[in-house]
């Protein structure tokens, strides 16, 4: 694949015209992705994708397209041509664009991991010999995925590796069930087989009788991956330069009136440790680490090139849509073993979903609980919660509620797999807070 | 494009129980202004093509967006492949399962004036409602967009069937923000999220009334700054189309979908408050709610004449005088419930496999005018235009958020409020529905953005809805 997009570059560069330049952006994966229902398959299949994101600039005119490739320059060849026809057909028509940013410093870089996967048969094997006896839901999906950029300045970066993501449910009844995600460049079935004891020993304490408790305000645990649910929301325009310029941001309080969040929060873009390429789709080279909340101040934001031109200042290689893909948030003082006895009596959450604003103003969100959440007392599970729904502002969560944060953290690899498999994760401590407030 | 991927089909088509093959090819176009500065323009190609394969009881299916001959035959191999492993050990026996052999063509209709797209028109356009929104300058972001998309679709089957659907899809959107201090309140056409998205061309504008919208957002946006909170409480809640399009969609469509409630989507989208043993008899609502799959209205967003197991598409009633029918699950589905659904087993490009989605789900009109509504409730508030939207993975306990209220106090329309949410439970809901519009209150609304299924797939849907009045709703404002 590395070197039909060289070659595919090397094309593109041969039909430029007069002081034409281009950037493209190349993702390719090829995934096989088995679904499974009731511990047995749904819906296997295989998807192979190339897809061609094409920049055409003259001056400070310039316009992109996209398109569907077959992986064979010699087919591919007219569908480029077309493409780039097109594209310099219509820069006459469009005016010239005062925020245009291109990065002309070539800054070539790769990134190779070979893969080590093992058949995808023999995972879904695994898992169906596993889940017989259990109620299993969920998806693999596994195989490789390419992400390229070249420019007509000569920068290559390329980035390349093979990943699974297997992400279950074990279900108890109706809406109890234990969540799960095995997910790396390496399959372990060692590994694999002690997640899912561990995930069938927790399904035990969803037998027991669930109980309800009323609206109000409770002592509470998030585990990392029901924190990731809370922390994810700050991608929504949370970090973005340009919300928080046009006061649209969740933390433009942050910004503009100083507020706080506890100073035990640290967190930045931690590309250096992430997954996703460093580099994004206009060739703009991420830095290792973006300091974006630091003890509890607004720190740094995400500043795209397009951001850093109508502003005047610098970017710092976030995409188009200055979100992050590496959030990492600093470790606390916590011990992970520790986090039912300091709950002591209260509600653990092990997963939260559909999150939203309810009040974008003061970072109020509201949510639910699901999957593995239970009712705690003296330090004790009692019994899994019927599900509930938070309506809570992060300044409260994060800033004068925040109890502590666990000194173990957990690498949660993104699981989504719109239009492409995801290069994104997180790496966060579990939380405990003072109260959460439900209020349904 | 079709003939050949015939032709090819025909050569290459494996002798197995069932074979299918799906392409698609779409085209499209973005314009977007922003503080009158345009964009960069995008547009796009994606083709490619998905083979399906049931055989001896296994299902498979590969993907590839090599559509050449060894494309195609790759896919064949590697669908057969899936086919061989899954056989025996499938959530149900794909051999008991008998799909379509259709055969048609379908097109979205043609646009009455024949007005092509221009691009520089288009940008004009956008560019004058981009002005007309910065009136004061606590305007601090606005954009206007339309986005075109164009989508071929060829359905084959092995043992002869041929269906040819054509879309345009016109989406229109424009927002503008305002802010003072720490408040900033947006105001949107249809909703940040494209609500006026309809199938159709250039005639899209006129319909979901962007010429002069970027004015008149801009001065709401402005009036939500001045305004109160929304009260907090237990009150009337009278929802207009632009927010009724979201309660249908959440708390209707999401848990009717068969497959949620078979449970495939447990680990992801979640499962459903509604069992299998409830449809016939369950009161889902009060007498006055009838809700339809409609995929036969011209210009709605996801109206089409086969889905894309190839079973045609019907308008049909889910739930009639407030009483559940049917439940919206296309042909897999269906024959693993043993129970009738319709025709809505939809993917939403050549690279994802068709699962249970909603198409267009509508709710049809009643018979009480707006003035009507208003004049029937003492105290309660005029929500429009969703902003804010959660859910329970059963669909059962929500709450909303809209851009846009107005107090109604002893059957008047009254003040603007800001930050207006309320809350509720599905199962209730729709029980406490005391009015239903009638059809000048009616309007055709959509969305491109419904995310669903492993592996991840946005759609497009369309809901159709007459404003509706409900009675002692527990809403809410901002703090």
């Not at chain 1, 064979?72 to 780039?84: A, K, Q």
Request: charged share 20%.
């Amino acid at each position: 694949m590395q070197n039909y997009f060289h070659d595919l570059a090397a094309f593109l560069d041969t039909r430029l015209k007069g002081k034409e330049q281009y950037t493209c952006w190349l993702s390719a994966e090829a995934s096989d992705f088995v679904r499974f229902n009731r511990s047995a398959i749904r819906q296997p299949g295989h998807v192979r994708q190339i897809y061609l994101s094409l920049h055409l600039i003259d001056g400070m005119r310039h316009a992109k397209t996209s398109t569907s490739l077959a992986g064979n320059l010699e087919s591919d060849r007219p569908l480029l041509e077309y493409m780039l026809n097109g594209l310099r057909s219509r820069l006459p028509e469009l005016p010239e664009d005062p925020h245009l940013l291109i990065s002309t410093e070539v800054q070539s870089s790769e990134h190779i991991s070979a893969s080590q996967l093992p058949e995808t048969g023999a995972i879904v094997d695994e898992a169906l010999t596993a889940a017989q006896g259990h109620d299993m839901v969920g998806i693999l999906a596994a195989g490789p995925l390419w992400r390229g950029f070249a420019n007509s300045f000569g920068q290559r970066n390329w980035h390349q590796s093979a990943s699974f993501n297997l992400d279950w449910s074990l279900y108890q009844s109706r809406d109890k069930a234990v969540k799960t995600t095995h997910a790396g460049f390496e399959w372990s079935s060692a590994e694999f087989r002690e997640k899912f004891a561990n995930a069938a020993a927790q399904l035990a304490m969803l037998q027991r009788t669930p109980i309800s408790i009323r609206p109000g305000a409770y002592r509470a645990y998030l585990t990392p991956a029901a924190l990731s649910d809370i922390i994810g929301m700050l991608n929504w325009d949370g970090l973005s330069e340009k919300a928080l310029r046009t006061r649209q941001s969740s933390l433009r309080r942050m910004r503009d009136e100083g507020w706080q969040l506890n100073p035990a929060v640290t967190l930045a873009e931690n590309t250096a440790d992430g997954l996703a390429p460093a580099f994004q789709n206009e060739g703009f080279i991420k830095p290792e680490r973006i300091a974006l909340i630091e003890q509890g101040c607004l720190a740094g934001s995400m500043i795209s090139p397009r951001t850093a031109k109508e502003y005047g200042i610098a970017t710092n290689g976030a995409d188009g849509g200055e979100s992050a893909n590496s959030l990492d948030l600093a470790g606390g003082a916590l011990p992970q073993s520790r986090a039912l006895q300091e709950l002591d009596t209260g509600v653990f959450i092990g997963n939260l979903w559909y999150l939203n604003f309810s009040d974008r103003s003061n970072f109020r969100l509201t949510g639910m609980t699901r999957f593995a959440t239970f009712w705690v007392e003296n330090g004790e599970i009692k019994a899994p919660l019927n599900v509930m729904r938070f309506d809570d502002s992060l300044y409260r969560m994060l800033g004068e509620n925040l109890l502590g944060l666990t000194r173990e953290r957990e690498l949660l690899i993104d699981t989504d797999t719109y239009g492409a498999r995801s290069t994104g994760s997180m790496r966060l401590p579990g939380a405990l807070v003072k109260e959460l407030r439900f209020v349904l | 494009m079709f003939d050949s991927i015939r032709t090819l089909f025909k050569d290459l088509a494996p002798a197995v129980d069932f074979c299918s093959l799906r392409f698609v090819e779409e085209a499209s176009e973005q314009l977007t202004v922003r503080q009158n500065v345009l964009q960069p323009v995008s547009s796009g190609i994606d083709r490619g093509a998905m083979i399906t394969v049931m055989h001896r009881g296994g299902y498979g299916y590969a993907a590839s967006s090599d559509v050449t001959r060894a494309g195609l035959q790759d896919a064949i191999a590697r669908a057969q492949a899936w086919a061989e492993a899954s056989r025996g050990r499938s959530v149900v026996d794909y051999s008991a399962i008998a799909l379509p052999r259709p055969s048609g063509l379908f097109e979205s209709p043609a646009s009455p004036n024949g007005k092509e797209w221009s691009r520089k028109d288009l940008i004009d356009l956008l560019m004058q409602e981009s002005h007309a929104c910065a009136i004061d300058p606590r305007v601090v972001d606005w954009q206007a967009s339309v986005w075109s998309v164009a989508s071929s679709q060829l359905y084959l089957t092995v043992d002869g069937g041929d269906i040819a659907q054509h879309f345009r899809y016109l989406i229109p959107g424009l927002a503008a923000t305002a802010n003072q201090g720490a408040d900033t309140q947006t105001r949107s056409l249809g909703g940040q999220y494209n609500g006026y998205c309809r199938q159709g061309g250039l005639e899209v504008l006129e319909q979901a009334g962007f010429h002069g919208a970027g004015r008149r957002v801009a001065q709401e946006a402005l009036d939500l700054l001045a305004a109160p909170n929304c009260p907090s409480g237990s009150m009337d809640l009278l929802l207009m189309p632009e927010q009724m399009m979201l309660q249908i969609h959440e708390s209707i469509g999401h848990p009717l979908e068969l497959d949620r409630i078979l449970g495939d989507e447990r680990n992801f989208a979640g499962t459903s408050f509604v069992t299998l043993d409830m449809f016939g008899h369950y009161q889902y609502g009060a007498n006055l709610l009838n809700v339809t799959y409609d995929p036969t209205r011209p210009e709605q967003f996801a109206s089409y004449g086969w889905d894309d197991d190839g079973s045609p598409a019907e308008r049909t009633f889910l739930i009639r005088n407030g009483l559940l029918e049917r439940p919206l699950g296309g042909a897999v589905s269906q024959a693993r419930a043993g129970m009738a659904g319709v025709a809505n087993s939809r993917a939403c490009s050549w690279n994802r496999p068709p699962i249970d989605r909603m198409a267009n789900l509508n709710i049809e009109p009643g018979s009480s005018r707006l003035d009507e509504m208003i004049r029937s409730v003492e105290r309660g508030v005029l929500m429009d235009t969703n902003v804010s939207w959660s859910i329970d993975d059963s669909r059962n306990k929500f709450q909303f958020g809209c851009e846009f209220g107005r107090l109604i106090e002893d059957g008047e329309l009254k003040g603007i409020v800001k930050n207006p949410n309320y809350r509720g439970i599905s199962a209730t809901f729709w029980r406490s529905l005391k009015a239903v519009g009638d059809q000048s209150t009616f309007n055709v609304m959509g969305t491109p953005f419904c995310g669903k299924g492993e592996p991840s797939q946005v759609i497009r849907v369309g809901h159709a809805s007459p404003a509706c009045l409900f009675g002692n709703i527990d809403v809410f404002g901002g703090e």
